[in-house]
């Protein structure tokens, strides 16, 4: 544990590091709030940080940046991060008038998370498999076409367009999502394969077209990622870049990592923390939502390891308990 002297100079370095992006000096953190000392104090002082790992010195004649070690030490001494007016205006204006569709409620979700934090937003969707259907209808699109849309419990919609063998009129749609809302209301859409005949022709020739296009769920989880390019500018290497939006495009990654920060009781996991050599300049705030009393998926942000940790913090906490909130609601 850092003294109550130390802990302050090191807190105005990471606050001011994460603010301007450059090494910071001692007359700087002389003036800074909290700090009582005098700029030869500061020295004295930050070079003693240094050696204990907390800080590093770019240049011989530079100031100090924050380490590893010392970004965790900040982030463990913060108090409960609370988000500012502005900002939980804009998360409860975005809750109230965000309806419909799961899909786009989860990709708007990123939209807001990246916009309050300047950083790639992930939300990680809940498993599709266990959640039962709570409506079914097919719809005429066009005389030999249709579109069979199936509402789960969970608030998700799946769709799929039907191509019929020949024109079929609305009273035939009717019969057949009837028949198929009776075998398939409180059970998971894969019971679409054991649906049995309606002994209607006209009826099971849909229901047969229904089976062959509609898309089951699976357990793979839903991941939306937003504000990349946001997050990207935060990065001067040109590799460090390509190499983080690579890993942002391979949902399978995104999913274990933030499943791995989440099972190791984290919800910040700084450079090596996220065990991932690829993201060593990066940091990854991560909250669970629930549904129901439910853990169903996670939101975080990515970004920089000088990311603003108590913007994010509150941020990504406050949207994943309203996000949770939205879909108990259904």
Known sequence: MLDERKASILRAVVEEYIETALPVGSGHVASAPGV???SATVRNEMAALEAEGYLAQPHTSAGRIPTEKGYRYFVDALSQPVLDRSSAQQVRAFFDRTHGEIEQMLAATTRLLSGLTDAAAVVVGPGRDPSPVRSVQIVALAPSTALFVAVLADGGVEKATIDLVADVDEAILDRASQHLAGLLVGR???????????????????????????????????????GAARMASSFEAVDTIRSVLSILEEQLVVVSLLRDV?????????????????????????????????????????????????????????????????LSEG
């Open 36 to 38: 009582s000392v005098s």
């Open 188 to 226: 998971p859409l894969a019971a679409l394969a054991d649906v049995t005949a309606a002994h209607d022709p006209a009826v099971d020739e849909v229901v047969g077209r229904v089976r062959l296009a509609a898309v089951a769920p699976t357990l793979d989880e839903h991941v939306f990622v937003g």
């Open 262 to 326: 989440v099972d190791r009781g984290l919800n910040v996991a700084i450079g090596s923390e996220t065990g991932m050599q690829t993201l060593a300049e990066c940091a990854l705030v991560v909250a669970p939502y629930t549904v129901d009393g439910e853990r169903v998926g996670t939101v975080g942000v990515l970004g920089p390891t000088r990311m603003n940790y108590p913007q994010a913090l509150a941020a990504v906490a406050v949207v994943g308990q309203r996000l949770g909130h939205r």
